[in-house]
């Protein structure tokens, strides 16, 4: 068994403990390094300032056209159509004629109608004759008072028969009437299938051509009630421009281009669909080129005039809380940021109107928002309408 001498077991005793010491200091070390991360730098945002500036006002509204005036022409006899008298999608004037029925049946009904009021007629005549007799007699009692009463009910028997006769003269001449089947409006007529030869029948349910007037032409756009309500105030206290008495309406085309013509806005209507909130108003737009069809869709324009100190918010940079109330961060002088709450007015393109809480010269976020949080700092910088693609 070797030997250690008492030197080298105390060497190897004070090499153990530092070399441990030193073990430990490094893990102590390490350990200090892990608790300490490395701070990173404020977050990079594009902000934009705010600024009052003067805005023309307008409310944008989508909507329909509508016809101002529409018939559905059907037959009111029964018949074969011998001739088609207009061209399809031509301008056709009131009383214009359109079919012709066969009229031959209608005309012998017509015929026969006035031999039979003849007929009545001279009944009438022999029996007012027969009673003038008897009333010069029964009064020295040539004849009895009964045959005067008889020959006083022939008499008004036959006038009955001449108003009845009468009445069927004028249904056949009526249904004379109706073998010439006319436009009863001014406008444009449509396609058609039926031609000559086709068999008609009295009040059908599928029309035989459709007239419609195009001008004027109705718009129909539907309208918050808290925006009816406003409409209303600005037209009485004269914000609103005017045509005529009543509130102006320019349109925007289904291809972006501006319709050319001025309408009013006439009427809206009584109720509100509580399902919605909303209501239909009409405006009356003036169609000399029948360019605006009945079913086209269209942006109703009324304009409200201006206001000098609007703000305008770029739509990027709202967000809206849970309840959907809007906020927007804004970031102050020294580059923290804080939510505001703020209640937003009408669209003035892809930006907002912002009626409260902002004020001018306010820097608001509007990219980088993901990252950011109330009181923390940032790193801004200004971008413009162009920089976000909305000029």
């Not at 009181?375 to 920089?387: C, I, K, N, T």
Request: net charge neutral.
């Amino acid at each position: 068994m070797p030997i250690i001498r008492p030197k080298l077991a105390i060497y190897l005793s004070q090499t153990v403990f530092y070399g441990s010491a030193a073990l430990l200091g490094l893990g102590t070390l390490a350990g200090c390094q892990k608790k300490t991360p490395p701070v990173a730098p404020p977050q990079s945002v594009a902000v934009m300032t705010l600024h009052a500036q003067s805005v023309p006002l307008e409310t944008s509204l989508p909507g329909r056209t509508d016809a101002y005036e529409q018939a559905q022409i059907r037959p009111q006899v029964s018949g074969v159509l011998v001739a088609r008298m207009f061209e399809e999608g031509k301008d056709v004037q009131a009383g214009q004629p359109l079919y012709q029925i066969y009229i031959a049946p209608f005309q012998a009904a017509f015929d026969q109608a006035r031999g039979r009021l003849m007929e009545a007629q001279a009944s009438a005549i022999r029996a007012h004759a027969q009673l003038k007799r008897y009333k010069a007699l029964v009064g020295p009692r040539a004849i009895s008072r009964q045959d005067y009463d008889n020959a006083l009910a022939t008499a008004r028997q036959a006038d009955a028969e001449v108003v009845q006769a009468q009445a069927a003269v004028e249904t056949a001449q009526v249904n004379l009437n109706y073998t010439h089947v006319q436009s009863p409006i001014d406008g444009r007529i449509g396609r058609t299938l039926y031609t000559a030869g086709t068999l008609v029948t009295a009040n059908q349910s599928a029309p035989i051509a459709v007239v419609t007037r195009l001008d004027p032409i109705y718009v129909d756009v539907n309208l918050a009630a808290e925006d009816m309500i406003r409409l209303r105030r600005e037209l009485a206290s004269g914000q609103l421009e005017r045509k005529g008495n009543e509130a102006a309406v320019t349109l925007e085309l289904p291809d972006g281009s501006s319709y050319g013509q001025t309408g009013q806005l006439k009427l809206s209507e009584v109720t509100v669909d509580p399902s919605t909130g909303t209501l239909v108003m009409r405006a009356v737009m003036p169609n000399p080129d029948k360019l605006l069809l009945p079913g086209m869709f269209v942006h109703a324009h009324i304009k409200e005039g201006s206001d000098p100190n609007a703000l305008l918010l770029p739509q990027v940079g709202v967000q809206r809380t849970p309840k959907g109330e809007p906020y927007v961060m804004v970031v102050d002088g020294q580059n923290h940021v804080h939510m505001r709450m703020v209640s937003l007015g009408q669209t003035v393109g892809a930006r907002w109107m912002v009626s409260k809480g902002l004020k001018d010269g306010e820097r608001v976020i509007v990219q980088g928002l993901q990252k950011v949080h109330p009181e923390g700092e940032v790193r801004p910088h200004e971008v413009s309408l162009a920089d976000l693609g909305m000029e």
